[in-house]
């Protein structure tokens, strides 16, 4: 899971600094049936401890346990909030200073309604999502799967319209 994640964060990185955009990612997979905390729960529990604009979150398991990890942007900083998913508790706080590209505008459309606009549209689980500032211009960019496909949207921040969405089969080797 973490080469998975650090591929993922690479390629967000490599994104912004080709392009000059700030870019955000999340990856959810479907909380094991041990969870008793959700991801807006998770999202919530963040905001308590951090101030800013929920710009990601992802499942991550580590030795055997389940956390979510939370990334919310204020004005300066960008802090990652780590949740374990059985007991709701904040296991750590990491912050990082944002640098000026990476500054994204507060989309009118949060992180979590933009979730469930992907999972409606694409009638699958939400996999991955991502808010990126392209041009001036907020997207959700978000993966939804099935067990035979896979789709990718962009949802307007502002709007919450899709944009574009295009589906493939899934591919059998991934998580």
Not at 9 to 14: S, W
Not at 32 to 46: C, I, L, T
Not at 96 to 107: G, H, I, N, Y
Request: net charge negative.
């Amino acid at each position: 899971m973490m080469k998975k994640k650090t591929k993922m964060m690479t390629g967000a990185l490599a994104l912004s600094l080709v392009t000059g955009a700030g870019a955000y990612s999340y990856t959810a997979h479907a909380a094991n049936s041990n969870s008793s905390v959700d991801e807006e729960e998770a999202v919530s529990k963040a905001l308590e401890n951090e101030s800013g604009t929920p710009v990601s979150f992802e499942t991550d398991k580590e030795n055997g346990k389940e956390f979510y990890e939370v990334s919310l942007q204020g004005k300066e900083n960008e802090s990652e909030v780590t949740i374990q998913t059985d007991t709701g508790k904040v296991v750590s706080v990491e912050k990082e200073a944002l640098e000026k590209d990476d500054a994204v505008s507060s989309p009118k459309i949060d992180l979590m309604e933009a979730a469930r606009i992907a999972q409606k549209e694409g009638k699958g689980t939400l996999s991955e999502i991502e808010l990126d500032n392209e041009s001036g211009k907020l997207l959700y960019e978000a993966e939804v799967k099935t067990k035979t496909k896979k789709t990718e949207l962009a949802i307007d921040a502002n709007t919450g319209k899709v944009i574009s969405m295009e589906s493939e089969a899934a591919d059998k080797d991934e998580d």
